[in-house]
């Protein structure tokens, strides 16, 4: 269905390579990376971490191996973290700390994704025998549950800089770092200079077909590679994905300022729709989360109906939408999209029937999951 029609903002993952990008990927220099001799991978290493500011990085498959690298590295099993309630790190990476690493998460009051000093405070468990052992603060930025929010730069050094005097250890979930760098003007380096490490996502905005990588101390790489190792995420050849992340760092960030553009033009085309709320002032990057009004219906059976009239739309929330803009939907297609959804509303869709297992029918039968990517 829709294989050539469809519009997809279901999130910025669904992105295939271009033209450009598999020259790339065709043309890289490869070798074993798992002993360090894959010089398109030391190469895209050394990138990252220098534009970032730290020492080292390391490749890793996904964010959510290159996060649980982080958490691993930082925190002993009994430890526990503290992040917003909505975070990536604790809601959507298959409960990853505990499986993986036996820390526990402990949620912050937070504003729109974003942590600060305030509620913070008091928030470190003392050093008591009964108690976990509070090590590591976990930031997101830009936000993705909290609506692609971006940290104000006094605000992510203040608390980084709050976590680090606290004895913590601060780690950056940067999946969508380079949408915060576009949409803030400040560069990667600033924005991480008080976290200790950074995963930051090729997959996302960027258009990669995979990788992330996470940054940091030479000392802290050190330690995630052996965790990367653990986690099955060492590789061999692995320059032929590290290329296209060289190509995207090269050629596909600055572009994302489109994207951020065509996702206020979305939230403006949708903003009059009775039922329908949405703010565009808040709009700050690449995602919109708008509400359903429950009189309309439900945001999943919004989502089935849009999906039948060629638009794919993430149901998050029983009566919130998220939509993605990314390179492969431009201006028509979210002006495209939001015309569907006015219909959508002024057809009338309470009475639509959600299967089971959620709003949209594939091939493979009905699916609805990886929402929160
Ligand atoms: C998507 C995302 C991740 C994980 O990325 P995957 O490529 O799905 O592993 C981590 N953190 C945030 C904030 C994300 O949005």
């Given at each position: ?9 279901y ?23 798992m002993?360090?001799e ?20 390391v490749?890793?498959c ?7 690298m ?9 430890d ?10 604790a ?7 505990a ?7 402990r949620?912050i ?8 000093v305030?509620?913070?405070e ?17 930031l997101?930025?830009t936000?993705?549950a ?23 250890k601060?780690h ?15 560069s ?5 200079q ?13 258009g ?28 061999r ?11 995207a760092l090269?050629?596909h ?13 979305f939230?403006?085309?949708i903003?009059d729709i ?5 703010d ?7 995602i ?7 009189a309309?219906g ?15 739309i993430g ?11 990314h390179?492969?939907a431009d201006?028509?297609?979210v ?23 959620g709003?949209?029918e594939s ?7 990886n929402?929160?990517?």
């Open positions: 269905m829709h294989e050539t029609t469809l519009i997809n903002l999130s910025d993952t669904v992105t295939k390579p271009t033209a450009q990008m598999r020259r790339a990927i065709a043309e890289a220099e490869v070798g074993d990376d002993v360090g894959d010089p398109t991978v030391n190469r895209l290493e050394a990138m990252v971490a220098e534009l970032l500011g730290k020492e080292a990085a490749f890793a996904s964010a959510t191996q290159a996060n649980q982080a958490v691993r590295t930082h925190c002993l099993a009994g526990e973290l503290l992040s917003a309630a909505q975070s990536h790190v809601c959507s990476e298959a409960g990853g700390p499986a993986l690493s036996g820390v526990t998460t949620a009051p937070d504003c729109n994704g974003c942590l600060d305030d509620v913070l008091g928030q470190i468990l003392p050093d008591d025998q009964h108690l976990c052992r509070t090590r590591l603060l976990v997101e930025n936000t993705n909290g609506g692609g929010r971006v940290y104000p730069l006094e605000q992510i050094q203040r608390v980084g800089r709050w976590g680090r005097e606290n004895g913590l601060v950056l979930d940067g999946a969508r770092l380079f949408n915060a760098v576009v949409a803030s003007g400040h990667a380096a600033e924005i991480c008080e976290v200790d490490t950074v995963t930051v996502c090729f997959s996302k905005g960027l990669c077909p995979m990788g992330a990588a996470l940054v940091g101390s030479k000392e802290a790489i050190a330690k995630a590679r052996r965790a990367r190792k653990l986690l099955g995420g060492a590789l050849q692995a320059g032929i994905v590290a290329a296209a992340a060289v190509h090269e050629h960030v600055a572009r994302l300022a489109v994207d951020h553009e065509n996702a206020g033009a939230a403006r085309a903003v009775d039922g329908i709320s949405v565009p002032g808040e709009i700050e990057t690449n919109v989360f708008f509400g359903v009004d429950p309309l439900t945001a999943k059976q919004l989502a089935t109906r849009a999906y039948r009239e060629g638009l794919k149901a998050l929330r029983s009566q919130a939408i998220r939509i993605c803009t390179l492969d201006l028509d297609d002006l495209e999209a939001a015309k569907i959804i006015r219909r959508c509303v002024r057809e009338g869709f309470a009475e639509t029937v959600v299967s089971a297992a709003p949209y091939s493979a039968g009905t699916v609805d999951q929402a929160r990517a």
